[in-house]
């Protein structure tokens, strides 16, 4: 059989260049039967196996002689170390060896709502013979809902196949589940049935690998890309062991010779798409550059608050344009292929290139969008604590002041904390701060003292401050509250016995509803009338002060 034609049988579900990118570019996948992460943990030394490559483990095999062979086989990775990757190339590479065989191969992504209705429809003379490839099994939506029971359906309608391989990323299973007691070994019970899977682990990529794909990439006509790309992998080795991240390096070396961590990447990588589209727009290009992100992030919302309608992190195409016509954004002259960070299937469903993408505007939306962050359920997301953990640490570079840590007196600038220094900070001072820096002062976890300008809050205020959206500073001889116009979050707010004459800086906090201004200097109270959500104002002791109906009546 051709290439062309086994390729024809994947575009039902994966887009041409997915396709060819996956083939073209691969570096062949090895495996291990230790998860990565633990592999130089003492209790697995005995049992760390050296890497091996995985297609042949499968391709090499005499299919014919089933006394040593396992029926399931489960393949384990972190997000974007290439799980479909080596699905698409094992499928091609089987699809050759048994071309002129009575054994056929098939391949189904579980994301797809439709797909295990796809694998029942396999005629049953043709299951004895043929392998079923089963990728992405962690973004099944009833696997998401209640995994073993999902499993259990999927292994009752599969167990007649010669043999049926799963992808999943770790950690979606139970610790107890993938971490059986028996190296290689996966086992879950279901009512009475107990079942069990040859479980390998994909290998992070070596340095000889990463090597190997930027040959690929970049040919000697492009050496200088190659080299400016070995040196960002040189100083972000940590990030580079992923395949995915490397597969747009070609957007990341125009940039900066290094990366700190993956949400800077994934700010990098949506920059530029955006920046790719908004230059083929003839005008209007600051505006468009403004509508393409806010679609973008509207696509992934909608995403995930209907993915268990959908079935998935899908959406079709009907309802992908009543999205883009929202935000002034033409889906005819969009680019949904190539580095595209939206891909449109054969069946007119939209997804992202990669999962991680759409958690990365997730995340973000949640950190900017109070509301939105109450129905983020980041147990869903595969990168989800980690991408927050380092947008987070992202904003904390970018608080304007300084900073002092319980092991060193000596002050520094915010934008050169460094990770360790997170949970040491003991003294923030910032010249200005609003609602979003709340949320980013949580992570110092030993802070006991925040000086906004004038305005200091001590240990016994904070947590109120930072948790409970509640500020007391009474007697604290403040004279102006300009350094409080931007807390937009705050509920309750106590000003009281200061000599404060200007409320005008209040006129933003929206959410108010407890107000203390007793015995103070205030002589025009009308800015009170903006704030409708006020139920509780104290404002004895102003005695100049010219009180509006709405603040006598409250």
């Not at 300009?482 to 004459?501: A, G, P, R, V």
Request: with cysteine; net charge neutral; glycine share 2%.
């Amino acid at each position: 059989m051709k290439l062309q034609e086994i390729k024809e049988d994947l575009y039902k579900y994966y887009t041409k260049h997915e396709i060819n990118h996956a083939l073209k570019n691969y570096v062949p996948t090895h495996c291990q039967n230790v998860a990565p992460e633990t592999a130089n943990d003492p209790l697995n030394q005995c049992a760390f196996v050296t890497r091996q490559l995985l297609i042949p483990f499968f391709t090499q095999r005499n299919l014919k002689d089933s006394m040593y062979r396992d029926k399931f086989y489960i393949i384990l990775a972190e997000a974007g170390m290439g799980k479909t990757t080596f699905m698409l190339n094992l499928y091609v590479k089987y699809a050759e060896l048994l071309a002129e065989t009575d054994y056929k191969i098939k391949i189904f992504p579980l994301s797809f709502p439709n797909a295990m209705e796809e694998v029942e429809a396999i005629p049953a003379e043709e299951r004895a013979n043929t392998i079923l490839l089963l990728d992405a099994f962690d973004e099944d939506s009833e696997a998401i809902k209640a995994h073993q029971k999902r499993l259990h359906y999927i292994l009752q309608k599969v167990g007649d196949f010669k043999e049926v391989i799963f992808t999943c990323r770790t950690q979606f299973f139970p610790q107890e589940e993938e971490d059986s007691g028996e190296i290689g070994v996966l086992k879950f019970k279901y009512q009475d049935n107990t079942y069990q899977f040859r479980k390998i682990y994909l290998s992070p990529f070596s340095n000889e690998d990463i090597k190997a794909y930027l040959k690929k990439t970049y040919n000697l006509l492009n050496i200088n890309k190659r080299k400016k790309a070995e040196k960002i992998v040189l100083h972000s080795p940590n990030l580079m062991v992923r395949p995915m991240l490397l597969r747009y390096i070609d957007d990341l070396i125009k940039s900066r010779d290094h990366y700190s961590s993956t949400y800077q990447i994934y700010t990098e990588l949506i920059a530029k798409w955006i920046e790719r589209e908004v230059q083929r727009r003839p005008d209007n290009k600051e505006k468009y550059r403004k509508d393409l992100y806010k679609f973008s992030r509207e696509v992934a919302i909608d995403m995930y608050m209907n993915r268990k309608r959908r079935g998935g992190f899908i959406i079709s195409d009907d309802e992908l344009k009543v999205l883009a016509e929202n935000n002034n954004v033409d889906l005819g002259t969009l680019e949904l292929k190539t580095r595209a960070l939206l891909h449109m299937n054969t069946l007119h469903q939209c997804t992202f290139a990669h999962k991680s993408i759409l958690e990365y505007f997730l995340v973000t939306e949640a950190f900017y969008n109070l509301q939105f962050a109450k129905h983020l359920d980041l147990s869903d997301l595969e990168q989800g604590e980690q991408l927050r953990g380092e947008m987070l640490y992202e904003k904390a570079k970018s608080l304007f002041g300084r900073y002092k840590t319980y092991t060193s007196g000596k002050s520094k600038d915010f934008v050169n904390i460094s990770v360790a220094d997170l949970e040491k900070v003991k003294h923030a001072a910032l010249i200005k701060i609003d609602s979003h820096d709340i949320q980013v002062l949580r992570i110092f976890k030993s802070l006991g003292l925040l000086q906004i300008n004038d305005i200091q809050i001590g240990v016994d205020q904070l947590d109120n401050f930072l948790y409970k959206n509640t500020l007391e500073l009474s007697s604290k001889n403040i004279t102006q509250i300009n350094d409080l116009q931007f807390l937009t979050n705050l509920e309750s707010l106590d000003l009281s016995n200061n000599q404060i004459t200007d409320l005008t800086p209040l006129r933003n906090l929206k959410k108010l509803k407890r107000l203390n201004l007793s015995n103070n200097q205030i002589e025009d109270l009308s800015i009170l009338d903006e704030l409708p959500n006020l139920v509780e104002v104290d404002v004895q002791g102003n005695d100049q002060a010219q009180s509006t109906a709405r603040v006598l009546a409250s």
